[in-house]
């Protein structure tokens, strides 16, 4: 399988790696993408997340762009394939789910510097058992 590594961060005391497979590009998806009336084109991306040699997560990413192709909208909808993952932000520590996501929210915008509308903003859903994180949202 192809991968492109996008991320390589420490996370909660480990090195985290996100890898996008990008053979799955535009893949099959059953998940309910929804998007602001501005997005005229969806482009769908698979990542998995690797914390330290562990499959840990696995995130599709949604890229909403306008009709001058600028990235106007972002969804991530994030699965835990580990217990390495925490199911909750434990409080006074770390929230390791929210900083994997923003290290691959940094990385698509970066990504698209100079190719997004004034104001793009990404949100994050979360599959079960993962939870407790609802600010998982906010400009790119």
Known sequence: MDVIN???????????NINETPSRRDGRHDRELDFG????????????VLA?????????AALGSDGHGRLCELRLLATKTHPIVPD????????VVGDI????VSAIATEHDGRM???PWYRA???????GTPYLHDEV
């Open 6 to 16: 996008v991320v390589r961060e420490w996370v909660g005391g480990r090195e985290v």
């Open 37 to 48: 009336a501005e997005v005229v084109e969806v482009d769908v991306r698979f990542y998995v």
């Open 52 to 60: 330290g040699s562990r499959h840990a997560m696995d995130v599709m």
């Open 88 to 95: 909750r932000r434990v409080p006074n520590e770390r929230d």
């Open 101 to 104: 996501l923003h290290h691959l």
């Open 117 to 119: 509308d004034d104001s």
């Open 125 to 131: 859903i979360l599959d079960a058992p993962l939870q």
